[in-house]
């Protein structure tokens, strides 16, 4: 490779180097309601793990380019660290071979001898992902948030916590296949979260989604921290790492560190503890056994303790009633060695009985930490605080020898913040089945009988009473759904799987995906889809049965818009896969595709990638894009030609989509917003043009209702009668009438003159006749006009745009140099305004925007929107 071709590739790099990580303004103050940079680098639609290193791949026709070695660094920003691409050119690194003859071999930038390992060309395309036994090491993490001072870095500013607001949380972190998933209760919602080091570096920032019905239902805050680096998850592991709730104010921020306990693993309820002052708070993990009725308790606490609390302290713990009468459940005295003013951790066992453990799934049961200081912090005890719902495909089981039936569904619940069941059930193929019921697998025992909330394919409802025995069953995934008849005893079943709420889980509800013809026994599945606050799709495909591994599928995303038959279909492969399940997502969507998704009708298709044969199919309902991801126009950045074919990223399209209609490229036709606009599409991008009329020989023409121009004839004219008037490039005129014709993509050509004969009905064009020039033409301007005109011309009548004058017609008797000299405007180009003038503009998808006014003040055009008062 020459020299120049290195510095052409490197110039290439680094401009995708150049946009590689998230730029975000500051999490407080963030309005768009994006996420701020992250831990993690961007390669063109990639994400590459801080430490990582890779080839640049710049696509087609440049390829991997195996000299140009790129790696995702991190650096500090203020106390943030995010990742950075960094890519240089390693050919001038190659170290010398040390045989006659090297060769190049595919795949490397150097020239190697046999047996030459040690070179810059060699590189680990991804670090290995978390092996088993670090997966077990990093599985359930709990944490307690106070306002207590952390850490910070040498010179950072410190904030004061604020005393008249006393807000407390607690956390539960589940560790799975590199991405951290957390789970809050709180008092009151925070707007973001954080992760912090111990010396108090910003290793990831997320604005938290604002509304969930999940998160509604439940009184929780969820989400996930999705490609942890090795880095992080050392500290993870390490508990040397902290998390951090924010809301408006600074000063209300609040800080926990999270730590592994063991019992998080049976964890079935939890307890968010408060106390007065503002550091007092804590958490309980309460584990149960129903087979002989006992509890655990696992309380972790801070600030309960004094300053005379040194050694040996005594706490007591209670669990009681909080509904009418008070009775104490258990009370227990417990001593703490060494007590800590940071986290403190004590362990309670008891036997109770069944209706204790009920009155718990109730939320009846309170427990309360109190210390010989008087110092004390309770909370309600309430169904576990980690963000999990439970989904099943339905589908006929592999016992049902009736293999005609086509019933088909999906399913999935969660529990609320009342501790309810809420389920969702929707079944295809059958119009009212005899049972419909929540079972335990196995025994296929019912526990509750859902038909009589059947109705019209759904059923929806509450569960009131679930006790903790069936709660218990649930979390460990033995429950399940079945559709029964008087004759089957299993007509279609799903085994409801615990899965944690984040990202496309997040969405009011999955998608049914229902069997195609391709396949030959009935199958289901569901799908979760959702788009974040990074504009970022994700998904989750969940299928009945079994799947061979054998077979490669793909997942589509198609899209064609509400109002347009016929309009073409988006289609995109999202993921090839095999099996029952896939989860993944899209990267960056464009504000286009975004647009064209929240404004269509949506579908998941998936196909068999040997036969191209469709297998499953579900109708996306529930789009719901986050308002940031769409495009945005300020108050005072009026936007001209309005079309969502705009992206330049995109290729060339060969149709159009305006007014609710896809136009084919080159064709014209009148805006249905605007009757008097003519549109044209050119490569894919509409071009808007209000209609110019020409000037007439009459003294007192006539305005036809439905007509933009006035008309010399004054006959009657039917415009939905083409016999009455004629045709010209598909536009009807009628008799008599005169005007400019439309020649896309220049617009009006107005130096053109047509006329449709009132008795023959035929259009008879000509151009205007120019006089002759006093002067030599090679010299000659083009004025305002058709024609050429001498340097020192006479004044001229100058048109004005008829969208600005209503029906009637007007003109400036002054040239064009001589109102710019008096301070005119042109806006936009081509429009005079005199000095002083004041209009509304016009935007051709939507007319004159009356909510703002342009003024021409000194040759400068302002405009700006009408505040209300």
């Known amino acids: 490779m020459s020299v120049n071709r290195i510095v052409i590739v490197t110039l290439v790099v680094a401009c995708i180097a150049g946009v590689s990580c998230r730029k975000h303004s500051p999490l407080l103050g963030d309005e768009a309601g994006r996420r701020t940079q992250a831990a993690e680098c961007q390669f063109g639609k990639t994400l590459k793990e801080l430490g990582s290193t890779w080839f640049a791949d710049l696509g087609p026709p440049f390829g991997v380019m195996y000299c140009i070695r790129c790696e995702c660094v991190p650096y500090h920003r203020k106390r943030r660290v995010v990742g950075k691409v960094h890519c240089r050119n390693i050919k001038h690194e190659c170290p010398k071979p040390s045989c006659d003859e090297p060769v190049l071999l595919p795949g490397r930038c150097c020239k190697v001898c046999p047996g030459d390992n040690d ?32 850490p910070t870095l040498e010179g950072a500013p410190t904030i004061a916590a604020d005393r008249t607001v006393d807000y407390k ?78 809301w408006e104010r600074a000063e209300l921020a609040i800080t926990g560190q999270l730590y592994r306990y063991r019992t998080l693993a049976t964890e079935l309820y939890s307890a968010l503890l408060e106390g007065s002052s503002p550091n007092a708070a804590g958490t309980a993990i309460v584990s149960v056994s129903t087979q002989a009725p006992s509890i655990h308790l696992t309380l972790v606490f801070t600030g309960v303790f004094g300053a005379d609390d040194t050694a040996n302290s005594p706490v007591t713990v209670r669990l009681y009633t909080n509904g009418g009468k008070e009775r104490v459940v ?78 088909t569904g999906m399913a ?54 679930i006790n903790t025995r069936h709660l218990e069953q649930l979390y460990n995934g033995e429950l399940a759904i079945n559709v029964a008849t008087t004759t089957t005893r299993s007509l279609a079943r799903g085994r409801l799987a615990p899965r944690p709420v984040a990202d496309a889980r997040d969405a009011p509800s999955p998608s049914l995906l229902v069997a195609t013809d391709s396949l030959p026994t009935p199958s289901s599945g569901l799908i979760w889809a959702a788009v974040d606050n990074e504009c970022n799709l994700h998904y989750e495909v969940v299928l009945s049965g079994t799947w061979s591994e054998d077979r490669t599928m793909g997942l589509y995303l198609e899209d064609i818009p509400l109002v347009a038959p016929g309009a073409p279909v988006t289609r995109r492969l999202l993921e090839e896969f095999a099996g029952n399940t ?46 940031a991801c769409l495009p945005h126009y300020s108050d005072n950045n009026v936007p001209p030609v309005s079309n969502i074919n705009s992206d330049a990223n995109l290729p060339e399209q060969t149709s159009c989509f305006h007014s609710d209609s896809f136009h084919d490229e080159g064709a014209q036709w009148v ?58 490039a598909g536009q009807l005129h009628a008799p008599g009438s005169s005007w400019h014709p439309y020649l896309p993509p220049a617009g009006f050509d107005t130096c053109a003159v047509c006329h449709c004969n009132s008795s023959s009905l035929t259009v008879r064009c000509m151009r205007t006749v120019c006089p002759p020039l006093d002067c030599d033409e090679t010299v000659a301007l083009r004025r305002v006009g058709c024609c050429k005109t001498c340097p020192t011309p006479s004044p001229v009548t100058v048109p004005r745009d008829p969208a600005y004058l209503g029906d009637q017609q007007s003109s400036i008797t002054r040239s064009k140099a001589d109102v710019l000299a008096a301070g005119g405007c042109t806006y936009p180009v081509g429009r005079l305004f005199e000095n002083g003038e004041e209009w509304h503009p016009r935007v051709f998808s939507h007319g004159e925007v009356k909510s703002v006014k342009c003024r021409c003040k000194d040759g400068v055009v302002k405009c700006e929107r009408r505040r209300h008062h």
């Open 119 to 150: 070179s810059p060309d060699i590189v680990e395309e991804q670090p290995p992902t978390a092996g088993v036994e670090e997966e077990k090491s990093l599985k359930h993490f709990a944490a307690v948030l106070t306002s207590k001072m952390t």
């Open 169 to 246: 949380a607690t956390g539960r972190f589940t560790f799975h296949k590199r991405n951290l998933y957390y789970s809050f209760y709180t008092s009151v919602r925070p707007r973001g979260v954080q992760f912090v080091d111990m010396r108090g570096n910003i290793l990831e920032e997320q604005v938290l989604t604002p509304h969930s019905a999940y998160q509604n239902d439940t009184d929780k805050v969820c989400g996930v921290w999705r490609r942890i680096p090795r880095e992080y998850r050392r500290l993870v592991r390490e508990e040397r790492l902290q998390v951090t709730l924010l």
């Open 330 to 407: 258990l009370e227990e005295v417990v001593r703490v060695e060494k007590p800590s003013p940071d986290i403190n951790v004590v362990e309670v066992r008891s036997a109770v009985s069944n209706l204790d453990l009920n009155q718990m799934s109730r939320q009846r049961l309170s427990v309360t930490i109190s210390s010989r200081s008087g110092e004390s912090i309770s909370g309600v005890v309430r169904t576990r605080a980690t963000c999990e719902l439970f989904h099943a495909p339905l589908a006929a089981p592999p016992e049902n020898e009736d293999k005609s039936t086509q019933t």
């Open 412 to 465: 999935w619940m969660y529990i609320d913040k009342l501790g309810a069941l809420r389920y969702h059930v929707r079944l295809d193929g059958v119009t009212q089945p005899d049972v419909l019921g929540l079972v335990v697998d196995r025994r296929l025992v019912e526990l509750e009988d859902l038909t009589p909330s059947f109705h019209n394919g759904w059923a929806n409802g509450t569960i009131d009473q």
């Open 582 to 627: 896939v989860e993944g997502f899209v990267l960056g969507l464009t504000p286009t595709e975004l647009t064209r998704l929240d404004t269509g009708v949506v579908h998941f298709d998936i196909k068999d990638l040997h036969t191209t044969k469709s297998l499953l199919k579900a109708h996306w309902r529930q789009v719901s894009i986050p308002p």
């Open 671 to 728: 805006s249905r917003s605007e009757p008097c606009t003519m549109c044209n599409c050119h490569h894919g991008r509409v071009k808007c043009d209000p209609v110019v009329c020409p000037t007439l020989p009459c003294t007192n023409p006539t305005l036809r209702n439905g007509q933009c121009c006035p008309t010399c004839d004054n006959s009657t004219f039917d415009s939905s009668n083409i016999s009455q008037g004629c045709y010209l």
